[in-house]
């Protein structure tokens, strides 16, 4: 069965660094999603994208955050200048076409900022 | 924007025994679905159900949309139940997760 795909698993980077993480969606999906959970709490919107544009952000994704859809298969999430605060668990996402659908998720990627 | 509570926020069982996870949300909605996180941090996809009953082995969900709610049932519980359930909800787009509910199954 098809899965969505994230890398890298865990990182660690230094405080104000920036970082890349990276998602392959199932192939015949449209719809791609970032998601995030800092430890302990629920998981949160932070971006859709569709179309190669933003359809809806959150509160969360300022101008430190951007996506891109590089090529036909990879969705990243750059994170400019990375905060303590933005340790968290990063979740990818994605939809089929049609308005009602399950969204899958991958693995996630834990971030860890020093 | 909408709202989603789950309760109870924490449960813990005999394996063997059946449980109830509710989830309310407070608009009407075009997607719900529940979430098993396992212990690595993984959302594993347990129902889409915006409406109606499903079920799948001792799983099984019901969503009363009209009434805005829905019910995850766990039945004969195994130690590998444990985790967190979140319930997530959305118009259209982006989900909207519950706080969730830590279920602890001990042997």
């Known amino acids: 069965e098809p899965e969505v795909t994230q890398t890298p698993s865990h990182q660690v980077t230094q405080m104000g660094q920036e970082v890349i993480l990276r998602c392959v969606p199932i192939s015949n999906h449209l719809y791609f999603y970032w998601y995030r959970q800092i430890l302990g709490q629920k998981v949160e919107f932070l971006v859709s994208f569709y179309n190669n544009e933003i359809s809806e952000k959150s509160e969360i994704f300022d101008d430190q955050f951007s996506v891109e859809r590089p090529d036909g298969s990879n969705f990243t999430l750059k994170i400019r200048s990375t905060k303590l605060e933005d340790s968290a668990m990063y979740f990818c996402?994605?939809?089929?076409?049609?308005?009602?659908?399950?969204?899958?998720f991958g693995p996630g990627t834990r971030l860890l900022v020093l | 924007g909408i709202q989603v509570e789950q309760s109870p926020p924490d449960l813990i069982l005999q394996e063997g025994a059946n449980s109830t996870l509710r989830c309310n949300f407070s608009d009407s909605v075009n997607n719900l679905q529940w979430f098993h996180q396992n212990p690595w941090g993984q959302l594993i996809n347990l129902f889409y159900i915006p409406s109606g009953t499903k079920q799948n082995g001792r799983l099984s969900a019901t969503t009363v949309a009209t009434e805005r709610y829905s019910l995850l049932y766990i039945s004969s519980s195994q130690t590998t139940d444990s985790g967190v359930y979140f319930c997530a909800v959305g118009q259209g787009g982006k989900l909207i997760f519950g706080q969730g509910t830590e279920l602890s199954v001990k042997p």
């Open positions: 996402a994605s939809t089929p076409p049609g308005a009602q659908e399950t969204q899958y």
